[in-house]
């Protein structure tokens, strides 16, 4: 079954620590995965895609296939990162979109 | 130019009664799709359009939920007989061609059935 796990609901770090925000997915074929964000009163917007190989406000993100994980990691947290954080699949050759359940990360100053 | 926009923004419907939801989708883009996002749950993939047909639909939860696109444009979400677990933010996405496309979310809306 295709399925996306963020087993973290709520991550709160301090403003300058390095924050990892956690993503299992599984998947028979190759998939394509995908951090989308939403702050507070915006819509939910793409982020990152790991096709992509970038570096988004800091956030930088690789697919591990042999622990079938695509964990988010940004080395300086930023209060202006507090935010809800999704992780999504794609299956290749599909047009089905599996979201996470998302994890809340909250910057402290 | 204008984002994808979704109406209305809130319903509060009773137990029983049908609601539509509306999404319009950025101008051009032929793919659109549609999630629910319930409280303390990710985002459930509904259905996924491609110009005016709808090649998957296995997301829909039951026979109670249809979705129809008119004009590869606007959408409509219905759901008939509205049960309590409906109740949820429903958003709509549309890319420019689909698949591995950057998709790009309506402000959702977000129904409540009493």
């Known amino acids: 079954a295709q399925r996306v796990t963020q087993p973290e609901k709520l991550l709160s770090v301090f403003k300058g620590a390095p924050v990892e925000l956690k993503c299992n997915y599984s998947y028979s074929g190759s998939p394509e995965l995908f951090w989308y964000v939403q702050y507070s009163r915006q819509r939910l917007q793409l982020l990152l895609r790991h096709i992509s190989r970038e570096s988004i406000k800091g956030f930088t993100a690789d697919l591990n296939k042999g622990e079938t994980s695509f964990h988010l990691k940004k080395p300086f947290a930023q209060e202006e990162d507090s935010a809800m954080y999704y992780c999504?699949?794609?299956?290749?050759?599909?047009?089905?979109?599996?979201f996470g359940a998302g994890t809340r990360l909250f910057v402290k100053a | 130019g204008a984002g994808v926009s979704q109406s209305p923004s809130n319903k509060v419907t009773e137990k029983g009664k049908d609601v539509e939801l509306r999404c319009d989708p950025i101008s051009g883009h032929t793919a659109l799709y549609w999630y629910r996002q319930s409280l303390g749950q990710g985002l459930e993939f509904l259905i996924y359009f491609q110009g005016n047909s709808a090649p998957d639909k296995s997301g829909l939860p039951s026979d109670r939920f249809s979705a129809e696109r008119t004009g590869g444009s606007v959408s409509t979400l219905t759901i008939q007989r509205t049960q309590q677990e409906d109740s949820a933010v429903y958003l709509c996405?549309?890319?420019?061609?689909?698949?591995?496309?950057?998709?790009?979310f309506g402000p959702g809306t977000r129904l409540l059935v009493l």
């Open positions: 996405a549309s890319s420019l061609y689909g698949n591995s496309e950057t998709q790009y």
């Open positions: 999504a699949l794609l299956n290749t050759g599909g047009f089905k979109t599996i």
